[in-house]
């Protein structure tokens, strides 16, 4: 992908499965979310187009702020850390023509810093997107590890690819094609929106310190990690188990051992769920932001009814 013209759009992303165990190298499934999204925009733009041009002002500020600190964070790294090598010159002299046109919620699951880390990609990286996905997973991870001090590159290999992705263990990652409105079981998902914006770098601080305990150790490596496989492998539908079920033992899970990554007024949602089985939820991403939803197609319109709101469906 190399944006030109009045540059590119990258996707938010949605992780179907997997959080946390990316970072332990375990499998996820992603999917690009293209409801929301980030623009690349040259500067000129906001100033030009009068529907777009009040208040962009402050958002053209920051952008360029934004990229003034990537570029010194990507200058003090040692020039062979990345498989397609900056090109900081460029970066320098150009990075203030550009600002980010962004309508994702930050710090809701949705990958927004990892498609600005896709579009500093492909800005000032040549030949970004001409090298294997497995590389362009760990370069982007050194990317988008200036937002977060750790990052496992596959929001960010998402939100730049723009394509559903199974990444597997052993750090494969393959292109997969995943049809979300035809389901297995008549199943949808969808997004509830918590309200409450959490941070992803002390949330996978205090999962690792968690790891240190070799009973929740023992409980992610032999029940979370293979539950996401299995979950995988029926959405991928190379497997006949009940997706619903597999969420709802996955949301127990969640429940229980990551806790602190679910706001605490989400949790009567979350048992109503379990309760009544018309739903179960998990989450999507760190934790906070947007709860990721299963329902039954049946139940879609009533769910909406219960809770007063839209819900954001993924499918």
């Not at 397609?84 to 809701?108: C, K, N, V």
């Amino acid at each position: 992908m190399n944006p030109s013209g009045a540059q590119g759009s990258y996707p938010s992303k949605i992780m179907l499965v997997g959080e946390y165990g990316v970072v332990l190298g375990g499998s996820a499934l992603t999917v690009p979310f293209r409801k929301f999204s980030t623009r690349v925009r040259h500067v000129s733009e906001a100033f030009s187009d009068r529907a777009t041009s009040p208040g962009r002002e402050a958002d053209v500020r920051m952008s360029q702020k934004v990229l003034q600190d990537i570029y010194s964070y990507l200058r003090d790294l040692p020039p062979n850390a990345f498989h397609a090598a900056p090109d900081l010159a460029l970066f320098r002299d150009q990075y203030r023509e550009y600002w980010f046109d962004s309508d994702i919620p930050e710090g809701y699951g949705l990958g927004s810093s990892g498609t600005v880390s896709a579009a500093v990609y492909d800005l000032f990286f040549p030949g970004a997107g001409k090298i294997p996905l497995a590389d362009r997973k760990e370069d982007l991870a050194i990317i988008e590890s200036f937002f977060h001090g750790k990052s496992s590159g596959v929001d960010a290999l998402t939100c730049h690819a723009g394509i559903p992705l199974h990444f597997g263990d052993g750090g494969t990652i393959r292109e997969v094609e995943l049809d979300l409105t035809g389901l297995a079981g008549g199943y949808r998902f969808f997004l509830l929106d918590s309200g409450v914006k959490f941070d992803t770098g002390p949330l996978v601080r205090h999962f690792l310190e968690q790891m240190k305990d070799p009973d929740y150790e023992t409980a992610i490596r032999e029940e979370y990690l293979p539950l996401n496989d299995r979950l995988i492998e029926a959405l991928l539908g190379r497997s006949e188990a009940d997706i619903g079920l597999l969420v709802r033992l996955l949301s127990d899970f969640q429940f229980n051992h990551f806790r602190r990554m679910i706001p605490d007024h989400m949790a009567d949602v979350w048992i109503e769920g379990q309760v009544s089985n018309d739903y179960y939820l998990k989450l999507n991403g760190s934790g906070g932001g947007f709860m990721l939803g299963i329902t039954h197609h049946t139940i879609m319109e009533t769910l909406e009814e219960r809770w007063g709101k839209e819900l954001v469906w993924v499918s």
